[in-house]
Every structure is written in C-alpha cells, then in structure tokens.
C-alpha cells in the first residue's frame, strides 16, 4: 500500500490552504479537466515536461481555447522562455507533503524557475500518489522514486535509469538532479493553487 493511501486528501489540502494556496480536489480526472476547460479561458499556459499533465491530456484540451507554451508539447525550445512568462504555469510536483511543502528537483531548471519567477497564477497538479507524510519523507520520494524514474523515462546515462529503483547520488554528466525546490506557501509575486486528484499520476 502506497503511504499516500493513508493519507486524507482533503486534510491534507486543509493545511496547505491554512499556508494560503487555493485548493482544489477532484475525484477523477475527468472532472479535474473539466474544470481546467471551463476556468482556464483565452489566456496563454506555460508548462514544463510533465507525465501527470500529459497523462491527463490536459494541454491538448486547453489548446482548444488558450495559447500553449510547453517544449514538451511542442517540441519547440524556445517555449521554455515563453512558457515562463505566460499567464498561467501548470506543472506537477515531485511529492507534496501532508505538512504542507511541495518538492521538486529540476536538472535544466525551467520548472523550477516559473514557478518561482513566473508572474502569472501557478497550478500545482498531482494524483494522491504525491502524498507524503512530511517534509523529509516528500523529499526522500522526489530522490529516490521520481528522479530515477525521470532519469529512466529520458534515457540518461546515470545509474539510476537502469531500474529505476533507488538514487544513488551519482556525479554523471548527465545527472538530472541539480537543484531541489521546497514550495512552503504562495509566493507574492504569484498566487497559487494545489489540485489533488483521486488517481495516480505520474512519478
Ligand atoms: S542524483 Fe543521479 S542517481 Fe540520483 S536520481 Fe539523480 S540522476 Fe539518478
């Protein structure tokens, strides 16, 4: 059984509405999309490289009605800029902790960087699989079970890519680890909402 199992997806969304984001749940993905499709209207929506968003077709839906901005959806690097200056930045999270705290850990950085300097409103998007208990523990999974993975599914040549199973803290050029976020609350310059979803998404 998965922690995040034991963990009250509304509770956990209390207290990161006590830190100040706007919270959000949905018990499927379908509703969740059907609330991005009926909010997110004639604006432009930056993302970065995220299995949960792809999983959830997100940005195929959103491109119906808004400009999108995402290298990984559109092969164009020269997103990355763009999607960090759009109205709207979606992204996922590595883990988020029962306590509070959203962890990522970024190797280009793009991520990381529009959810700190992004001027407009962020979505942080994850399924219940997200759910830590605490801060160390939100940490520890964003090492050892997203990054390896992350390094697998991008082919990288680091010791974790071949089963995914552990971070071994190496010093390969192609380390996708550089730098690691710890969201606590909104920051000024961006509001900022929590979407949990009833399913497992992503790493
Ligand atoms: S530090 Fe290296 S071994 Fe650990 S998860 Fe990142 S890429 Fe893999």
Not at 91 to 97: C, E, G, K
Not at 149 to 156: E, I, P, T
Not at 162 to 171: G, L, Q, R, T, W
């Amino acid at each position: 059984m998965n922690m995040s199992d034991k963990i009250d997806p509304l509770k956990v969304l209390e207290v990161f509405a006590k830190h100040g984001y706007t919270t959000h749940f949905f018990n499927s993905v379908d509703e969740a999309n059907k609330y991005f499709e009926d909010n997110i209207q004639g604006r432009s929506v930056g993302a970065g490289g995220s299995i949960t968003i792809a999983q959830m077709g997100l940005l195929e839906l959103l491109s119906k009605k808004n400009k999108i901005y995402s290298h990984s959806y559109s092969g164009d690097s020269s997103d990355i800029a763009k999607a960090a200056s759009a109205d709207i930045y979606l992204t996922s999270a590595n883990a988020i902790s029962a306590t509070g705290e959203i962890v990522n850990i970024d190797g280009r950085g793009n991520r990381i960087s529009a959810t700190l300097n992004g001027p407009g409103e962020i979505y942080f998007i994850c399924g219940v699989n997200k759910i830590e208990p605490d801060l160390p523990s939100a940490i520890w999974r964003a090492k050892n079970i997203a990054a390896p993975k992350n390094a697998q599914r991008l082919v990288r040549k680091t010791p974790c890519a071949a089963k995914a199973d552990k971070c071994y803290n190496c010093s390969s050029p192609e380390r996708i680890c550089r730098a690691t976020c710890i969201h606590t609350h909104p920051l000024f310059s961006a509001p900022a909402h929590i979407v949990l979803i009833g399913a497992d998404l992503g790493y």
